[in-house]
Each structure stands twice: as structure tokens, then as C-alpha cells.
């Protein structure tokens, strides 16, 4: 199988450091890639995490769905995966099973997003030899792909925990699946949190320093990040962890801009390990359970796992 990663620009620094020789029409197109013997590319949008939150829903699904066909029709992609905001406005990927002309496969990555960040969380406690049991943790855009995922698996592991989204009845369905001691809430009640973790599409840094009690640790998912560097400069009390990267093959460089050497998404190694299982399936929408537990199987397989923690790529 062929793969190409989906997804857009972080910011508008993004877009002056990169080469000039990826930009082709409104895209942004990587050289081909080669891992562990499958093949594919990354490509982006030439649009910002803003400018999609400011276009309408329909017409960014359209320059999504014409980016996919691209890559269907002239690199010969049969595997796709929805990088960041690609996967919020298409419901997690949903969207293009009405859409007949992409004949491939579509994997949100998120899956092996989500096991790797309850790893996170767990090994954040350890290193600062704190106990689950008596922390109080937040998850912020518990209700979304990860979020949800992320709250199935860490919410009986602690004390209490805080579920935050923008829109109560969202909730309806995840509280159905839920035990233990948890409060849902559309405030930012983070300040209230031991450990948070941010997985939201929101398109600029969500959180600052009133938000956020002393000692705390945010693992955070969201890209653009929830928790921003000047924050981290003027509280050296906060301990801010990436969330969602993961140790990638040091003899394959991949062209993505800012990110730590020997690193990558865990989303973009989902999608090659799929690629390498050679399986032909579809992941998109709520997490299956059983499946993130097979992508943590896949990730120690072929190498791509959790090594030391780090903040905006430097180690902790």
C-alpha cells in the first residue's frame, strides 16, 4: 500500500520555512518517502489552522476531498490519513463515505494517538512520582476522537476527573460508557486539575497561566498547541509535555517543519504501520478500542514508540 498523511499549516510561520520546491497549486507536496519499505508522501494544504476554522464547512471539505483525489489519481495513494483539523470537519473522517470518487482507504491516525497519550500521562506521573489514584486530571475536548478514547481508558485511574467541551449534550453518548468519579463541564475549569490533557481543534493556544494551579502537568495533543511557549517561560512551576509524538526511524527524515530529529506523529506512524500490515480497512470515527490496542502491538513491532517526554521537541 501507498500512504499519504493529510493536513494543513499550523500557523503562517509554517508556510516561510518550507521549501519552496513542495508548493504545487494550493498544495504542499513532500518528496516521496520511504519506510521500512512502504512508500508515500506528506501533503498539506496551503492553509493555516485560522484559515480553516474561517472557511465554511463545505468548501474546506471540497479542498480536502480534491487534495485526496490528487493524491489518488496522480501518486498513486490507496491509503489516506486525516492529519488535525482534516479530521474535525469531516466527522472523523465520516464525511467521505458518501464520496464515491475516493476509492481508497482513510485512518485519522488517532487511535495510536490516543494509546500514546494515556502513555504519556502514566509516564509524566511516574517521572514526578506522582500517584494517579490522588490527582485530580482535566481532559479538554474529552467529547472528540481522542478525547473520548482518552477518557475511556484514563478516568478510572484517578481521583476525580474533569471532562470540558464546548457543548454539554455532546456528552450524551460518552457518559453512557463511562464508571467513576467525573464531572462534565463548558468551563474551562482546568485551574482545579493536577494533570490536564488538551485535545482540541481549537485554532490558537487555549490555555494560560490563570488557567492552570501550581505544579501541574498539561500533555498536550492539540496541534496548534493548547498551552503556548511564553506561557511555559513565565511558569516554570507548569510542566508542559508533547503529546502524540512518538520515536520514528532516525534513517528516514521526514520533512515536516519543527519537528524534534528522530521524532514524528503518532498519526503519521499509524497510517505507515497500516500500510506495512497491508491492512484494508477503514478507521475513522470513534475510536475502537480493540484497534488502538493493535496499533500499541504494530508500534513496538516496527519501533515507533514513546521514548523520553519532551517539550516543543526539547527533553524534558
Not at 480536502?64 to 498513486?76: G, K
Not at 487511535?111 to 512520582?129: G, R
Request: glycine share 6%; hydrophobic share 40%; charged share 25%.
Amino acid at each position: 500500500m501507498k500512504f499519504a498523511s493529510i493536513s494543513h499549516l499550523i500557523d503562517k510561520n509554517t508556510r516561510k520555512i518550507i521549501p519552496k520546491e513542495f508548493f504545487f497549486e494550493d498544495m504542499i507536496i513532500s518528496p516521496e518517502i520511504k519506510v521500512k519499505g512502504v512508500s508515500g508522501h506528506i501533503i498539506a494544504l496551503n492553509l493555516t489552522a485560522k484559515e480553516i476554522m474561517d472557511l465554511p464547512r463545505e468548501k474546506i471539505r471540497s479542498k480536502i476531498l480534491d487534495t485526496i483525489l490528487f493524491a489518488q489519481d496522480n501518486l498513486d495513494i490507496d491509503l489516506i490519513q486525516l492529519g488535525a483539523l482534516t479530521t474535525s470537519v469531516t466527522e472523523g473522517g465520516k464525511w467521505f463515505l458518501s464520496q464515491s470518487d475516493y476509492i481508497g482507504y482513510l485512518n485519522h491516525g488517532d487511535s495510536y494517538t490516543a494509546a500514546i497519550t494515556c502513555q504519556t500521562v502514566i509516564k509524566a506521573l511516574n517521572l514526578f512520582e506522582r500517584d494517579s489514584s490522588n490527582e485530580t486530571i482535566a481532559i479538554v475536548g474529552a467529547y472528540g476522537i481522542i478525547g473520548e478514547a482518552v477518557t475511556k481508558i484514563l478516568l478510572p485511574q484517578f481521583s476525580k476527573s474533569i471532562l470540558i467541551g464546548r457543548r454539554k449534550e455532546k456528552f450524551k453518548k460518552l457518559e453512557k460508557k463511562l464508571e467513576g468519579n467525573y464531572e462534565i463541564t463548558t468551563d474551562l475549569k482546568t485551574k482545579e486539575a493536577d494533570i490536564i490533557v488538551t485535545a482540541t481543534s481549537h485554532p490558537t493556544s487555549l490555555l494560560n497561566s490563570n488557567n492552570l494551579k501550581r505544579n501541574v502537568i498539561v500533555v498536550d495533543v492539540s496541534q496548534p498547541p493548547n498551552l503556548s511557549k511564553e506561557v511555559c517561560m513565565t511558569r516554570s512551576d507548569v510542566t508542559r509535555i508533547d503529546g502524540g509524538y512518538v520515536r520514528f526511524p532516525l534513517e528516514s527524515p521526514i520533512p515536516i517543519p519543527g519537528m524534534p530529529i528522530g521524532k514524528n506523529f503518532a498519526c503519521f506512524a499509524e497510517v505507515i504501520m497500516q500500510a506495512l500490515e497491508n491492512e484494508r480497512e477503514n478507521h475513522i470515527g470513534s475510536i475502537n478500542l480493540n484497534h488502538l490496542q493493535k496499533t500499541e502491538k504494530w508500534g513496538y513491532k516496527y519501533g515507533f514508540s514513546l521514548e523520553e517526554l519532551t517539550n516543543f521537541g526539547e527533553s524534558l
